[in-house]
């Protein structure tokens, strides 16, 4: 089974800081079969990125995505108050369940 | 405007059966799998299978293969999860989610957009 592995655990920032959340798989991803999710608090997860780099629709565009293989980052170019939340990586590999990161949590310093 | 709607909050005692619903509208039903996502108490999200509205094909996870039922409606655009003998480690917040298929160049790339609002169920004694 494909496992992702996202780092750091939680990430302590002020607004209008750069985030840069990392999403580790275990083994290659053909397509960059990755997507990324924000979860706040009560709330269903909320599609971010998708095919590793291509932003979801209505989301804004201080958030980004890129990598490719097993390596991937999710970035956010200043956070605004409302992004402090979960993120979650998952992937869609052909051969093995669509398995979720761990999350990395975004907080407020 | 594209909606899942789930069903509500349960309470069940362990050994009782259960069934919660994730109504579609607002798109083409047929369409579109309908994932579910198991997400624990303080836990990430763990996908559990995908079914697809057309031809009731179903995928588990192997982790969910023979623990849960899923299964589709497609007249009333409405899917189901459904446990014959819940556990204690059942309890969980329960999503559905549409699987979206999306272009990426020369791929086609996956998201689950948009998702239910969650389905709470509690299992004790």
């Known amino acids: 089974e494909l496992v992702l592995t996202q780092s750091p655990g939680t990430l302590s920032l002020s607004p209008g800081e750069r985030a840069a959340l990392s999403c580790r798989a275990s083994q290659r991803l053909t397509h960059n079969y990755l997507a990324w999710y924000q979860q706040k608090p009560g709330q269903a997860p909320r599609l971010l990125i998708y095919?590793?780099?291509t932003r979801a629709t209505d989301v804004p565009d201080r958030f980004g995505g890129s990598g490719s293989g097993t390596d991937f980052t999710l970035t956010i170019s200043g956070v605004e108050p409302e992004d402090f939340a979960v993120y979650y990586c998952q992937h869609f590999g052909p051969s093995s369940p669509w398995t979720f990161g761990q999350g990395t949590r975004l907080e407020i310093k | 405007d594209v909606l899942l709607v789930q069903s509500g909050a349960e309470v069940k005692k362990p050994g009782e059966s259960l069934t919660i619903s994730c109504k579609s509208s607002g798109y083409t039903f047929s369409n579109h799998f309908i994932a579910w996502v198991r997400q624990m108490p303080g836990k990430g999200p763990e996908y559990m299978g995908v079914i697809s509205p057309s031809d009731s094909e179903t995928i588990y996870s192997p982790s969910f293969q023979g623990q849960v039922t899923i299964s589709v409606d497609a007249s009333t655009s409405t899917t189901y999860l459904h446990w014959r003998s819940l556990k204690a480690s059942d309890t969980a917040t329960y999503y559905c989610?549409?699987?979206?298929?999306?272009?990426?160049?020369?791929?086609?790339?996956?998201?689950?957009?948009?998702w239910g609002q969650g389905s709470l169920v509690t299992v004790s004694s």
């Open positions: 095919g590793a780099s």
């Open positions: 989610a549409r699987l979206l298929a999306l272009h990426c160049g020369r791929a086609t790339c996956h998201g689950f957009d948009p």
